[in-house]
């Protein structure tokens, strides 16, 4: 196990296969080879090349999808895509297991019925955050701080949405604790930036992060 995780990690020491994983990852959807060398500018045999190396340690997963709008007969075969695998890759050294103790604390929440108290603490680590975050994070609002933490936070339909659930692991386990905690989170970044309350809501989709922010949060 620790040397598939070892594996993964060596995979993206090579910088372009870092910028193609990036690119398939802020896409949120799947990527053909051409749109990927396209957009990074190299052939395409390089980058299904690359692509494939990364599928092959688990880091993207493939299928096979007709990319143009023909149908039938005559269409073309089907081109190979990628997308983002939803496997977790940590690697420690030596070895820890941080996420088995977030699912025991969060048990511990559930059996004592303080979810409120747990909320109040989210929403102070938020402000924390976002009060020692660095003058070009503060700068760049909330987007910035999101990211730093892992987020992926991206702009659609005047919102902000985040791509990408830090907590995932966990909040598959306690999906109502786990999911008014990181609303509090992000609503205490909200106010360490000094930006008005109401603007951090729940609104799931999936795959996604729960929350989404008002495009005004950064005003």
Not at 168 to 181: G, K
Not at 183 to 192: D, F, K, M, P, T
């Amino acid at each position: 196990m620790e040397s598939d995780e070892l594996d993964a990690v060596g995979v993206l020491s090579d910088p372009l296969r870092r910028k193609l994983y990036r690119f398939v990852a802020e896409r949120g959807r799947e990527v053909g080879r051409n749109e990927a060398a396209e957009a990074l500018g190299i052939q395409r045999t390089l980058a299904a090349f690359h692509l494939d190396k990364l599928a092959d340690v688990g880091l993207l997963e493939t299928d096979f999808r007709r990319l143009g709008d023909r149908t039938g007969p005559g269409s073309g075969r089907p081109a190979k895509v990628y997308r983002r695998a939803g496997a977790e890759r940590l690697v420690s050294l030596p070895p820890r297991d941080y996420r088995a103790l977030a699912l025991m604390m969060a048990e511990v929440v559930d059996l004592l019925g303080a979810e409120e108290e747990a909320e109040r603490v989210a929403r102070r680590a938020g402000e924390r955050l976002a009060r020692v975050a660095s003058p070009a994070d503060k700068e760049g609002g909330v987007a910035a701080l999101l990211a730093e933490r892992g987020y992926e936070p991206y702009e659609e339909g005047g919102r902000i949405r985040l791509r990408n659930c830090p907590f995932r692991m966990s909040a598959e386990r306690h999906p109502l604790l786990v999911c008014s905690m990181n609303l509090a989170l992000c609503q205490g970044l909200l106010a360490g930036l000094g930006v008005p309350e109401g603007v951090a809501e729940l609104d799931p989709r999936p795959g996604e992060c729960c929350v989404s922010f008002s495009k005004n949060n950064e005003s």
